[in-house]
């Protein structure tokens, strides 16, 4: 499961990772992320995972991670906590 925030007076994007990550919560973040990028172009993101327990295969396929890694250059500050 993910679970995602904006705080756009700051440009911060927050999700957190807790279990297995479903194809539709990645499609969910991926399509909120791009947009939040599109708008603001350079972003902060906070990524908090309390459990990891795998992915959904097709994410693999999803021409949005192709997006996502192409907007690498759009974030200024990362961090990550666990």
Not at 29 to 52: G, W
Not at 62 to 80: F, M, S, V, W, Y
Request: avoid cysteine.
């Amino acid at each position: 499961m993910i679970t995602y925030n904006e705080i756009p007076e700051s440009k911060i994007v927050e999700f957190t990772v807790d279990g297995k990550i479903n194809a539709e919560d990645y499609h969910k973040l991926a399509e909120n992320f791009l947009a939040f990028v599109e708008k603001h172009d350079k972003v902060r993101v906070l990524k908090q995972i309390k459990s990891f327990e795998g992915f959904d295969l097709e994410i693999l396929r999803e021409k949005l991670l192709g997006e996502l890694l192409r907007h690498q250059g759009n974030i200024t500050h990362a961090a990550l906590v666990s």
